[in-house]
């Protein structure tokens, strides 16, 4: 088997370290050492955006990366949106409460897609919104609350 | 207060939001390994060769397992996916079965591409998956069959022993006089439809993780099942072990729009047992697409009778279904399309055949929609043609033909799969035809349409409506409990995949109780909180799960007030119950909590109930549903089509449903957004592709498009709320419909669009090319 590479990185501001096969993908790396399982893999193609996670505060698909590129670098997942006290992300707390979750298996990688958008300087026109948001794919919504909470975020930072 | 019928917070978000979430892939257990599936690639033909020395070999490999080491100790499937159809439906429907039997693993044959040939089981998915790649197998292939029509004709291959002319079921049916209908009716037309084979595609892939505890003899298995107790029925079966010792998990779930069960479901537990080690399968995307079930893929070839002011008289339908490799729901499919043929129109006059074709693809089964999406698109077009034929505004032309309200109930003439007569329990279809033209602004739409031609554009506008045989049987089940704090504690048989099970019933449970929700803990998806379940499919748990849980909280309550009655010396009537204190009506300072009658009803010397009760306060209640009830809806779509590039883009959308009592408005909302994006992608995007060897071309999201947020409009939805009778609250269900109805009114907003060069569309979905084709075919006849 092929030797093992060592890596080392912060998520969520804790720093990370191991010792990964050099095909190990990011997102594996995350979810299955690392334990941080709030990062979905949808399709682990790089089109359904579920296992999008920042790395130096931009989107990334973490099923595109593998864990030895991430090396040094500083990541959020999910995980990392909540404050310490429980209290929510504003972007969390639009999702829930427009609705803008079913299932809650694709709202992840949505969530951390929005966090870069909004750290950008939204757009506060629905077409604009939908193009922001088409890299990421739900079933269960029809994208018509994800739409309404962005819009309102966005409102709100004009 | 009421609770049902409030928009109030759902309890599930909390933990989807913040990444803790416990779905399948997210669970691993000590000493797990995991498994990767080979699968044929090809459609039909004999191993000849098999062997797997080498993948054995390689470091990490726990086992790789084939057929042979299956063979006498498991398998293959041979129950269908339903409990045994009604005699009386059988002999009315003409109805013909053959044999259902699946291999778990290709025993000799494969019979489409995509079947599971052998199982690595290593170290971790990556490891399996080198494996795979060291099996040697050596295929002599036979020839596939990829549509009906070739597996109908003389001389095709038959694919299985027991099922001559590759027929696996069908069934003939109707209501009233056809023949005469045909007979007087002053016109008659024709028409042939295709529906396309598409998948319910759920963001999360399937998964599976067994573990067998050789201490106590008990698999416990988490699985993204939408009916786990079923699949522990199906375990206990063919593994040899009681219920009792098989425990399914079905924990979150990333959305699941259709299923049954499934060959790994089977497979995995058995070698967690056979080998002694968890083991975890977690389907890849490109696996999902091909390999979990497909669903419409129909062809129908309609005639229809009608007389000159539009009123259609008659209908007939012979339709073939490509049922795929094995067909395991048999005609739940089909015959849903038959059921749902005429949706909300008074046609009394009807034939319909419905045929199950047995081809070298995916079984076709349900999906969101189940058999409706496809009857909707041939009803709706069929009655948009009359309209055409009679060039009259094909709004009018429905609207003469919708059932009126003050026929309701309206019985059809035939029957439903569960053995019940479809009657239209409740409803109101041309007032909510009424509504949903209004919501649109169907009149001021026809001035706008002007101006856009006089600019060029071409825009359209198209309606369709349905109805919906939802909240099937045969039985939900709910344990409602007060434990001693107060708290409590409902059980559910049924389990969601999104459809948030957690905030409705709570809803439900509080009303019935007497509490706020938020002091009600909802679980669901364990086959231990419960004996008997059904699961979350057909629309149903609102309507099933609902009124089962109603039913064990009103007899808690029941309980609650005859303990309250004794304690307090007073009668019944007496006695009221809010906010999870029991008080005597006028005198507010005598009362009880539940937490202080949970107390008295405990077991043991303390306990202080009347004589002859059972202790606790815990009661089941199994709802069994008289047969379906009917949900409706009506929708209208507004599109713009490119005419040089055939593109199609949805402008609005407008949506009118009846699902009778709601539960939650906002939950609701949510169903009817997504059902009609699901919709929209089988209006637009998206088909399963085989080619002419029954290779699957389109297995990623890079080819099989489902919606994105450019794909799909802002949805305009409003309630219409006609108590079913069924059901004690008047629930219908709501889960589904939204994605029955957006191909047929996309197409009729296409069409509409096009008016002036009188296109024909008769086959979904509606890429750019075939609308293009539409058009050039109508250009080149002059039109």
Not at chain 2, 1 to 22: F, P, S, W
Not at chain 2, 55 to 64: E, K, S, Y
Request: glycine letters at 10%.
């Amino acid at each position: 088997m092929t030797s093992k590479i060592d890596v080392s990185f912060e998520v969520n501001g804790e720093a990370v370290s191991g010792s990964v096969e050099p095909r190990m993908t990011l997102a594996d790396f995350l979810r299955d050492e690392v334990g941080l399982t709030g990062t979905h893999l949808g399709c682990e193609h790089g089109v359904c955006g579920a296992c999008t996670i920042l790395v130096n505060g931009h989107t990334a698909r973490s099923c595109l990366m593998l864990a030895v590129q991430a090396d040094g670098q500083k990541l959020t997942t999910v995980e990392g949106l909540e404050s310490a006290d429980g209290t929510l992300h504003p972007v969390q707390e639009a999702f829930s409460r427009h609705h803008a979750l079913q299932c809650g298996f694709c709202t992840p990688g949505f969530l951390m897609n929005v966090v870069e958008y909004l750290e950008e300087g939204p757009s506060t026109e629905e077409k604009e919104i939908r193009e922001r948001i088409s890299g990421n794919l739900c079933r269960c919504t029809g994208y018509h609350n994800i739409v309404l909470a962005v819009k309102e975020l966005a409102e709100r930072q004009a | 207060m009421t609770y049902v019928g409030q928009r109030i917070a759902r309890k599930e978000d909390n933990h989807l939001l913040t990444g803790r979430g416990q779905y399948v892939a997210d669970i691993r257990l000590p000493r797990m390994v995991e498994a990767a599936i080979l699968r044929s690639p090809i459609a039909h033909g004999e191993i000849v060769h098999l062997d797997t020395t080498k993948a054995r070999a390689l470091d990490g490999v726990v086992a790789i397992i084939t057929a042979e080491d299956l063979a006498g100790k498991v398998g293959p499937i041979t129950r269908p996916f339903y409990k045994t159809i009604p005699d009386h439906v059988a002999r009315e429907t003409n109805l013909v079965v053959r044999p259902y039997r699946a291999q778990l693993l290709a025993e000799q044959k494969v019979f489409r591409v995509g079947e599971p040939v052998a199982v690595a089981i290593a170290r971790n998915r990556y490891v399996a998956e080198d494996a795979l790649e060291l099996i040697e197998v050596e295929y002599e292939p036979l020839e596939a069959l990829t549509d009906p029509q070739s597996a109908l004709r003389e001389g095709a291959p038959q694919l299985h022993p027991d099922v001559p002319g590759n027929i696996h079921c069908s069934f003939h049916t109707g209501a009233g006089d056809i023949e005469g209908a045909f007979g007087d009716a002053e016109h008659a037309l024709s028409a042939q439809f295709t529906v396309g084979r598409s998948i319910g595609s759920p963001m999360e892939t399937r998964g599976v993780l067994a573990e067998f505890d050789r201490a106590t003899n008990q698999i416990v298995m988490w699985a993204t099942q939408q009916k786990p107790h079923l699949l522990r029925s199906y375990l206990s079966e063919m593994l040899g072990m009681p219920e009792e010792h098989i425990r399914i998990i079905s924990p979150d779930m990333g959305g699941s729009f259709g299923g049954g069960i499934y060959n790994e479901e089977i497979f995995i537990p058995f070698l967690a047992r056979q080998l002694g080690r968890p083991i975890r399968w977690i389907e890849d995307r490109r696996e999902n697409l091909g390999n979990a079930r497909h669903t419409r893929d129909q062809y129908h070839d309609v005639d229809v009778a009608f007389n000159a002011d539009g009123t259609i008289i008659g209908l007939k339908d012979r339709f073939l279904v490509d049922a795929g490799a094995y067909n395991p729901f048999v005609i739940t499919l089909s015959y849903n399309t038959a059921a749902h043929l005429r949706n909300e129109f008074k046609i009394d006059n009807f034939d319909v055949e419905g045929i199950c074709v047995l081809t070298n693809k995916r079984d076709n089964t349900p999906v969101r929609g189940a058999g409706r999406t496809s009857a909707t698109f041939v009803i709706d077009r069929i009655v948009d043609m009359v309209a055409g034929f009679l060039k009259l505004d094909p709004a009018e032309v429905r609207r003469k033909n919708l059932i009126p309200g003050e026929l309701m109930p309206y019985d059809m003439g035939m029957l439903y799969r569960d053995g019940g007569r479809i009657v239209y329990d409740s409803g109101d279809f041309p007032s909510q035809f009424d509504k949903a033209l209004a919501l649109a602004d169907y009149a001021g739409f026809r001035q706008r349409q002007d101006q856009a031609r006089a600019e060029g554009r071409f825009v359209g506008i198209g309606i369709s409506s349905h109805v919906e045989g939802s909240g099937f049987g045969p039985h939900e089940g709910a344990t409602v409990r007060i434990d001693q704090s107060g708290h409590v504690i409902v059980h559910s048989g049924s389990n969601p995949h999104g459809q948030s099970h957690e905030t409705v019933l709570s809803q439900v449970a509080a009303d019935a109780l007497g509490i706020s929700p938020d002091h009600i803990t909802v679980r669901a998806g364990d086959t231990a909180l419960i004996p008997h379940g059904g699961g979350t499919f057909a629309s149903r748990s609102a309507v099933t799960a609902g009124s089962a849980v109603h039913g064990a909280a009103t007899k808690v309550r029941q309980k609650i007030l005859a303990i309250a009655s004794e304690l307090l010396e007073v009668s019944q009537q007496d006695l009221t119950i809010e906010d999870g204190r029991v008080t005597v009506k006028g005198a507010p300072g005598t009362s009880l909590s539940f937490a202080e009658i949970a107390e008295v009803a405990s077991p043991g010397p303390g306990s202080r109930l009347p004589e002859g009760m059972e202790p606790g306060l815990e009661e089941t209640d199994y709802y069994v549903p008289p047969t379906v009830t009917y949900s409706s809806g009506t929708h209208v779509a507004i599109v713009e089509v490119d005419p040089e590039v055939g593109t199609v883009s949805v402008l609005e959308y407008f949506v009118v449903d009846d699902c009778g009592q709601i539960l939650n408005p906002t939950v609701v909302d949510g169903q009817q957004h997504g059902g009609v994006a699901h919709g929209i992608g089988n209006a637009l995007l998206e088909e399963v592709v085989y080619d002419e060897s029954g290779q699957h071309l389109n297995p990623s999201f890079m080819d099989y498009l489902i919606p994105t947020a450019s794909d799909v409009p802002p949805v305009t939805v409003e309630h219409e709320s006609h108590l079913s009778p069924l059901n004690p609250l008047g629930i219908k269900g709501a889960g589904e419909g939204a994605a029955v109805s957006p191909p047929a009114a996309i197409a009729n907003a296409i069409i509409d669009a096009l008016r002036p060069l009188e296109v024909e569309i008769t086959q979904m979905p509606m890429t750019p090319a075939r609308v293009w084709r539409a058009i050039e075919t109508a250009r080149s006849n002059g039109g």
